[in-house]
């Protein structure tokens, strides 16, 4: 019901910066929390970022706290992922996901997914 595309993925150095977007094919897209996943190659994936509906509230995984900033413009249908002082632990296939129900960003069920967007970081 609900598409997701990525962009803005790279290759780029330590230290740099890197911004993705995320465009979402949905008439109610401020009805969605939104959030941010990836995945390192042989790895689980992981949590990055998420934001609320209104981009009130955000969440972010410890790794990334200070590092990297969660944004959304509604008007836009789109999300962003704006990630500086890049280390090469960042590495991975970044996924933008939507989530229509939860009770706290801590516990977002994610139903809709992107198809990935890869960011590499060389050292």
């Known amino acids: 019901q609900v598409q997701l595309v990525e962009s803005g993925g790279g290759l780029v150095q330590a230290g740099d910066s890197l911004r993705l977007a995320c465009a979402a094919s949905?008439?109610?897209?401020?009805?969605?929390?939104m959030g941010w996943f990836r995945r390192a190659p042989g790895k689980e994936r992981e949590f990055v970022a998420s934001i609320s509906q209104s981009g009130g509230r955000t969440l972010y995984a410890d790794s990334v706290k200070g590092r990297f900033t969660i944004s959304r413009d509604n008007a836009k249908n789109t999300v962003y992922l704006q990630m500086n002082s890049l280390k090469p632990e960042d590495t991975a296939v970044y996924y933008c996901?939507?989530?229509?129900?939860?009770?706290?960003?801590?516990?977002?069920?994610?139903?809709?997914w992107g198809q990935g967007t890869q960011v590499t970081v060389s050292s």
């Open positions: 996901a939507a989530g229509g129900s939860y009770v706290s960003l801590t516990n977002v069920i994610y139903d809709y």
């Open positions: 949905t008439r109610t897209f401020s009805s969605y929390a």
